[in-house]
């Protein structure tokens, strides 16, 4: 059964600091791999998804990065901004287009 | 970008009743829509799987005459919270798939609390 955990549960920073997310699998036979953010109360949106064939992905001040082999993956924001300010989500993809969730990173930017 | 539109945004409601939760893809036909629940400050836990037509597939431990889920159209699949009870209070949120597009687009959510 997959399990994907997220460190750290909640972080914060100043503005304008680089930070990363850290996201772990334990079954590294995925789809692939897909970051989310989520504001209180709202739904996800979805910011970048890595197949398994893939290293990284980029969007913007956005860079996720997989490492299928290490069942690990990283979301590097670059000079994060007090916007950035939500929980961020990180899902292994498996058939069927069925995703596993982790609990997520609550992350403020202060200004 | 895909819309997936969610309805209602927060219902509270008495022990007992029942609800239903909307989720409508606004911009494309969505094939397969997932059901999510979501405690606070968790991770969001998929509740069953439907496709279009055919009868929703459950995960381990959902109850599935307790969760109602209709997939009759291609844009629109709804959850009923049967004989709901204060356990069932939770957040719930649907996302699509559909159109030629691999990512999940996902509702804003329902926040269900049963009194």
């Known amino acids: 059964k997959q399990e994907v955990t997220q460190i750290p549960a909640a972080l914060s920073v100043p503005e304008g600091e680089n930070l990363v997310l850290n996201c772990s699998f334990t079954?590294?036979?995925?789809?692939?791999l897909q970051w989310f953010r989520q504001d209180p109360g709202k739904g996800l949106t979805s910011l970048l998804l890595?197949?398994?064939?893939?290293r990284e992905q980029t969007s913007g001040r956005l860079n996720a990065s997989l490492d299928k082999s290490s069942g690990r993956s990283t979301l590097y924001i670059a000079a994060s901004q007090p916007g950035d300010s939500a929980t961020y989500l990180c899902a292994a993809g498996t058939s069927g287009s069925r995703l596993t969730f982790g609990e997520g990173t609550q992350l403020t930017v202060n200004p | 970008g895909a819309v997936v539109s969610q309805h209602p945004s927060r219902v509270i409601c008495k022990s007992g009743t029942s609800v239903k939760i909307e989720c409508r893809s606004l911009?494309?036909?969505?094939?397969?829509m997932f059901w999510y629940r979501q405690f606070p400050k968790k991770s969001l836990m998929l509740m069953a799987t439907s496709n279009e037509g055919s009868k929703a597939t459950y995960e381990q431990g959902v109850e599935k005459d307790k969760f109602l889920i209709n997939h009759a159209s291609l844009t629109l699949s709804t959850l009923t919270v049967t004989s709901a009870h204060p356990e069932d209070s939770s957040f719930y949120i649907c996302?699509?798939?559909?159109?030629?597009?691999?990512?999940?687009?996902f509702g804003s959510g329902t926040q269900l609390s049963v009194l």
């Open positions: 996302s699509a798939q559909g159109g030629g597009k691999e990512k999940l687009f």
């Open positions: 911009d494309f036909q969505a094939t397969t």
């Open positions: 890595i197949q398994s064939s893939q």
């Open positions: 079954d590294s036979a995925i789809y692939n």
